[in-house]
Every structure is written in structure tokens, then in C-alpha cells.
């Protein structure tokens, strides 16, 4: 009997989904390789090897076989060979720019556990995708507004959500569409560096992102009375300002943010914020050449570094931080502790944190 490959779900799954992966046909404790690859938008190649035993029946089920030490990951991993993947190139990251079309993972069973490994046995070809059936996808331009709205397939309206990229600029909206498969109608707000916005990060003025929310509660599609807030790394900044300063917010999600205001002035009617002070001498090198800047942002609660620290205790929403342990853009753990500090010494709930590391 030849070897075959099955995935569940089989030919399709959205990119946030389980996937099942299981490899038949092989003989009594068979070892083999298997390796998944895929090509991002650019045509660079990404690829994740792990070596494996078939049990006794000679089935492989990855969320029961262990993978063995010597490839790409090792121990109970069913999902391994995804979220392993690695850059030919060094140092590129995995991004899909057009989110209307899939990433394809291709799986290769090889045999044995050499380096290289032997010949194939079998193959197949998944793909990942990022909009379920009937999500909708609107751009968005609307006075000074440039966005992308995702609206979940079905009669509204829907939990409304912002969200919020970092430094870097443009309009991702890989993140936004995903939210849009499990039912929330999701603005994906640019704010620099995309079509007629600011081209760089100096100054920001929050009236732009009261337009958004104002867009959003008057939406037939979007359910009130207030909307809910995501932002990344300075979008999480924002999201924090954002939710001292303006109306119409329930909730607000940062993913390793700040807790003072980063890197722009920050601007609303007579209010200004200026950015948080850094000092670039703080930059260490590391053996690979690569500049770690987690140490080059000033202390927000000391001196007058303090009037970058956004006022949280103005906000009417609940929070939520989630924070990375091992960032190396900004200590985000100790800004999400500050942070609940902040809003507790001001009689408001303690914020919810939910911290992960890598190992």
C-alpha cells in the first residue's frame, strides 16, 4: 500500500484553524520526514522539517506521534510543521498582503531521517485562507478615513471593532479579517505611510480616529452603543490614547503596547502629548549584528518623561493586555503592570494581562 497524506479539514482551512494531519500507509514503525513548505507573495520560500516514527500499524497521526529530536521542533506538536516554518532568506517575516487569496502549504512524507532525507513517499497541498465563505470586504473612504472594513457573512449588526497596526505604517489587514470570520464587523484603520495619509510618524491627531469610531457607530452594521479597540505595538499606544480621550469605547485590547506615548506628538483640540524621551546609546548589538532597542525608551514614571504617560484613568472602557515576554521592541510587560497600577491607584478594575514567552 503506497503512503497517502490526510488533512482535516481536507483541501481547505482558514489560516487560524487546527489542522489535522495524519499519514497512512506506512510499514510497522516506519521512520520518515516530513516537511511542509510555502511560498509568501514575494516568492520566498519558508519551510519546516520534522522526523518521525508510524506507529504499529504504520498510521502517523500527528497529534498522537511525538515528533523526534533533529528537526525543526520536537514532542507533541500536531501543529508544528506550521507554526515552525522558517525563512530561506534571513530575518524575513511571513505577511500576507492580499488577504482575498490563500497561502498554499505543500507536505512532502520523505523517507528515513537523513540529512538530507530519502525519497519521497508521498505529497499533497493545503491551503490556509483568510476570509471565510461570505465575509465581506469594503474599502473605506470616507472623509479623511482610510480603511478597510470586514463584515461577517449574515444579517447584522455586529460587535464592532478598530484595529490597529504598529510602526511601519500601510493597511494590514490579515489580523482584521481573521477577527471578521467569528462574527465581528472590523475596521482595519490605516494611519500613516498609505495613499494621501502622513508619509511619516511625527505628528498624530487624534480627531482622525474619533472619525473612525464616529464611522463605525453609525454604520447599519455595526452594533452599539460603543465599539472595541486592538492595536499592536504603537497602534497599542494609540488605542490607550484613544480610549483616555474619545467616546463610544467598551473595550480595549493592546498587544505588546505602551503606556506612554511613542515615537509621534500626539495631538487632540488643546490637548498635546509629547513622545516618550529614548536615548540611543542604550542600543545593544548582539552577535549577529542585530541592534536590540528594548532598553532605548526612557522610564515613563520618572521626571519629565511622565507627561508622555497617556492618562488611563479618563477611559470608561475595560482593558486588556497582552503582553510578550521575550519583546524586544519595548518592555511591554512592565508597561502592561504599570498600566494596571496606573488604573487601579485610580479606584477603576484591575485590567485583564495574559502574558506568553518563548521558550
Not at 232 to 245: E, I, N, P, R, V
Not at 272 to 293: F, Q, Y
Request: aromatic share 8%; charged share 25%; hydrophobic share 40%.
Amino acid at each position: 500500500m503506497a503512503a497517502s497524506i490526510r488533512f482535516s479539514p481536507a483541501a481547505r482551512s482558514l489560516f487560524d484553524e487546527p489542522l489535522g494531519i495524519t499519514v497512512q500507509g506506512l510499514g510497522p514503525r516506519q521512520q520518515v520526514t516530513l516537511r511542509t513548505s510555502l511560498r509568501d507573495e514575494a516568492g520566498e520560500l519558508f519551510q519546516a522539517h520534522g522526523r518521525y516514527q508510524a506507529a504499529d500499524d504504520g498510521e502517523l497521526d500527528l497529534a498522537r506521534c511525538p515528533a523526534l529530536p533533529g528537526g525543526s521542533f520536537s514532542g507533541l506538536e500536531p501543529m508544528g510543521l506550521l507554526w515552525a516554518l522558517q525563512p530561506r532568506k534571513p530575518f524575513w517575516r511571513l505577511v500576507k498582503k492580499d488577504v482575498q487569496t490563500p497561502f498554499r502549504l505543500r507536505l512532502e512524507v520523505l523517507e528515513g531521517h537523513g540529512d538530507p532525507p530519502g525519497q519521497l513517499l508521498a505529497q499533497a497541498e493545503h491551503e490556509r485562507l483568510f476570509l471565510r465563505d461570505g465575509v465581506r470586504r469594503v474599502p473605506v473612504r470616507e472623509g479623511r478615513i482610510r480603511a478597510t472594513l470586514f463584515l461577517p457573512p449574515g444579517n447584522g449588526p455586529f460587535p464592532g471593532i478598530i484595529d490597529l497596526y504598529g510602526t511601519g505604517g500601510g493597511l494590514p489587514e490579515y489580523r482584521a479579517c481573521l477577527l471578521a470570520n467569528y462574527g465581528f464587523a472590523v475596521l482595519a484603520l490605516a494611519f500613516y505611510g498609505y495613499e494621501d495619509l502622513p508619509k511619516e510618524m511625527k505628528e498624530f491627531h487624534l480627531e482622525y480616529f474619533e472619525e473612525a469610531i464616529n464611522y463605525m457607530l453609525k454604520h447599519t452594521q455595526v452594533k452599539g452603543p460603543g465599539v472595541g479597540l486592538l492595536g499592536f505595538s504603537k497602534g497599542g499606544d494609540l488605542c490607550l490614547s484613544m480610549a483616555s480621550f474619545l467616546k463610544g469605547i467598551t473595550a480595549t485590547a493592546v498587544i505588546n503596547g505602551s503606556v506612554a506615548n511613542v515615537g509621534a506628538v500626539l495631538r487632540y483640540k488643546d490637548i498635546t502629548i509629547p513622545p516618550l524621551g529614548a536615548d540611543v546609546k542604550r542600543i545593544k548589538i548582539n552577535k549577529s549584528g542585530i541592534a536590540d532597542i528594548v532598553d532605548v525608551l526612557n522610564n515613563p514614571l520618572e521626571g519629565p518623561n511622565r507627561r508622555s504617560f497617556i492618562p488611563l484613568e479618563k477611559a470608561e472602557c475595560r482593558f486588556l493586555f497582552i503582553v510578550g515576554q521575550d519583546d524586544h521592541n519595548w518592555k511591554s510587560e512592565f508597561f502592561a503592570v504599570e498600566g494596571s497600577k496606573h488604573l487601579q491607584a485610580h479606584g477603576k478594575e484591575k485590567p485583564e494581562a495574559m502574558a506568553h514567552s518563548q521558550e
